[in-house]
T-cell receptor
Framework: EDKVVQSPLSLVVHEGDTVTLNCSYE??????LLWYKQEKKAPTFLFML????IEKKSGRLSSILDKKELFSILNITATQTGDSAIYLC??????????????FGKGTLLTVNP | KAGVTQTPRYLIKTRGQQVTLSCSPI?????VSWYQQTPGQGLQFLFE???????NKGNFPGRFSGRQFSNSRSEMNVSTLELGDSALYLC??????????????FGEGSRLTVL
């Protein structure tokens, strides 16, 4: 059975802190790893990673994938209150033919206090 | 460009009833996936439709079903509701589920409460 495990499950920090969120996985036929941010209702896309060791960066957020050790991290530097959200990790796999299936972790709830 | 639209946004049902939720994907997107989100289990995959065919299915009982129409709009149905079905049901669309980007665009969800 495919597994995606995120840690920590929740985290409280102060504005300006740097945080690292973790995602480990056990998935056959790995295709990609995605990060989403969910503030209120609809998760929004952050990054997709397919290759080991190549950092993806967007402003204060960055992410990297290690396909040998089967994990990814999401870093947020100089956190702001607007970063408070649930961060979801999802792993995509080929599930037969041209099918592609995503398995989500339970998410990390990040709270940034002023 | 309009996003993914889900209706209704909120609904309350009682045990034993059935419910139908609707999802209109982004124009041009042919893949629609459904997820159930609860605080304890996170996002759990229900099923995915592509060109009116169910392509993938999660580990949910047969009370959960879905379909997709020729215009890519999708509905999911839950029959004989149980208290544990209370959740946020999220629909997501994408251009392709094959060897595409895999990026999903989510709707804001339908919040179902079963009493």
């Amino acid at each position: 059975e495919d597994k995606v495990v995120q840690s920590p499950l929740s985290l409280v920090v102060h504005e300006g802190d740097t945080v690292t969120l973790n995602c480990s996985y056990e998935v056959t036929n790995f295709r990609s790893l995605l990060w989403y941010k969910q503030e209120k209702k609809a998760p929004t896309f952050l990054f997709m990673l397919t290759s080991s060791g190549i950092e993806k960066k967007s402003g204060r957020l960055s992410s990297i994938l290690d396909k040998k050790e089967l994990f990814s991290i999401l870093n947020i530097t100089a956190t702001q209150t607007g970063d408070s959200a649930i961060y979801l990790c999802a792993v995509g796999k080929n599930s037969g033919g041209s099918n592609y299936k995503l398995t989500f972790g339970k998410g990390t709830l990040l709270t940034v206090n002023p | 460009k309009a996003g993914v639209t889900q209706t209704p946004r909120y609904l309350i049902k009682t045990r034993g009833q059935q419910v139908t939720l609707s999802c209109s994907p982004i124009s041009g997107h042919r893949s629609v996936s459904w997820y159930q989100q609860t605080p304890g289990q996170g996002l759990q995959f229900l099923f995915e439709y592509f060109s009116e065919t169910q392509r993938n299915k999660g580990n949910f009982p047969g009370r959960f079903s879905g379909r997709q129409f020729s215009n890519s709009r999708s509905e999911m149905n839950v029959s004989t509701l149980e208290l544990g079905d209370s959740a946020l049901y999220l629909c997501a669309s994408s251009l392709d589920t094959g060897y595409g980007t895999g990026e999903l665009f989510f709707g804001e969800g339908s919040r179902l409460t079963v009493l």
